[in-house]
């Protein structure tokens, strides 16, 4: 319940705060990228139950003469790698923790494709509302490997605590200050998942 009043009076705060910034961006994304603004995908949240997930557009939709959409490295402007670096493309997102959706911190909300290539062990990740930042987020972010990344996720479903998320939050601040694991070694974000060594099926 603290969490939850938490999200709602944070993430309202933010949205009206940060309302011109929000209108700004949208802006520059309209001007450089066209419309639609927002990026919007279902992505599974709490239990795995799907929801529809906003963020600002940071790539074209160019496609190649095969008529299949070109890599995400084509495909991210400038602007788009600006959004990314700052954390500006998540502001959408405080949306959705307004209406419930997601949480400020939690692990991140993925594709719904990976769901059935997760072992039982990474699937708990979904025992909790996915959130904008998470302890993934602070402890590599895009840097790190899918294994490790879902270490951190069920760690923090094992441990979370209203002082843990504070922690988070605060992290986050530094994190996207110095902009630190914002992209994966040889990819503009990260690989596809395709599933880990314990979550292959035989």
Same mark, same amino acid.
């Given at each position: =319940?603290? $969490?939850?009043?938490?999200?709602?009076?944070?993430? !309202? +705060?933010?949205?009206?705060?940060?309302? @011109?910034?929000?209108?700004?961006?949208?802006?520059?994304?309209?001007?450089?990228?066209?419309?639609?603004v !927002? +990026?919007?995908?279902?992505? @599974?949240?709490?239990? &795995? /139950?799907?929801?529809?997930?906003?963020?600002?557009?940071?790539m074209t939709?160019?496609?190649g003469? *095969? &008529?299949?959409?070109? #890599?995400?490295?084509?495909?991210?402007?400038?602007?788009?790698?600006?959004?990314? %670096?700052?954390?500006?493309?998540?502001? @959408? &997102? !405080?949306?959705?923790?307004?209406?419930?959706? =997601?949480? !400020?911190?939690? @692990?991140?909300p993925?594709?719904?494709?990976?769901?059935?290539?997760? #072992?039982?062990?990474?699937?708990?990740?979904?025992?909790? /509302?996915?959130?904008?930042?998470?302890?993934?987020?602070?402890? &590599?972010?895009?840097?790190? %490997?899918?294994?490790?990344?879902?270490?951190?996720?069920?760690?923090?479903? *094992?441990?979370? %605590?209203?002082?843990?998320?504070?922690?988070?939050?605060?992290?986050?601040? /530094?994190?996207?200050?110095?902009?630190?694991?914002?992209?994966?070694?040889?990819?503009?974000?990260?690989?596809?998942?395709?599933?880990? *060594?314990?979550? /292959? $099926? #035989?």
């Amino acid at each position: =319940m603290i $969490k939850r009043v938490f999200d709602c009076l944070i993430s !309202l +705060f933010a949205l009206l705060i940060l309302f @011109p910034v929000m209108l700004f961006v949208a802006l520059v994304v309209r001007i450089t990228l066209g419309s639609p603004v !927002l +990026f919007v995908q279902e992505r @599974p949240g709490l239990l &795995g /139950k799907p929801f529809r997930l906003y963020k600002f557009r940071t790539m074209t939709d160019e496609r190649g003469a *095969d &008529g299949r959409l070109l #890599s995400n490295r084509e495909r991210l402007t400038g602007t788009g790698r600006f959004l990314r %670096s700052t954390s500006l493309d998540e502001l @959408p &997102g !405080l949306w959705n923790v307004f209406v419930g959706d =997601m949480s !400020l911190v939690g @692990p991140r909300p993925l594709l719904t494709e990976y769901l059935d290539h997760y #072992s039982e062990f990474e699937a708990r990740r979904h025992d909790v /509302k996915p959130g904008i930042t998470g302890w993934a987020q602070v402890n &590599g972010r895009n840097a790190i %490997s899918w294994e490790e990344k879902f270490r951190y996720d069920v760690w923090y479903v *094992d441990n979370r %605590s209203f002082f843990l998320d504070l922690k988070i939050l605060w992290m986050t601040v /530094k994190k996207v200050f110095f902009r630190e694991g914002i992209s994966h070694e040889g990819t503009v974000t990260m690989p596809r998942f395709k599933g880990s *060594d314990t979550s /292959k $099926k #035989s």
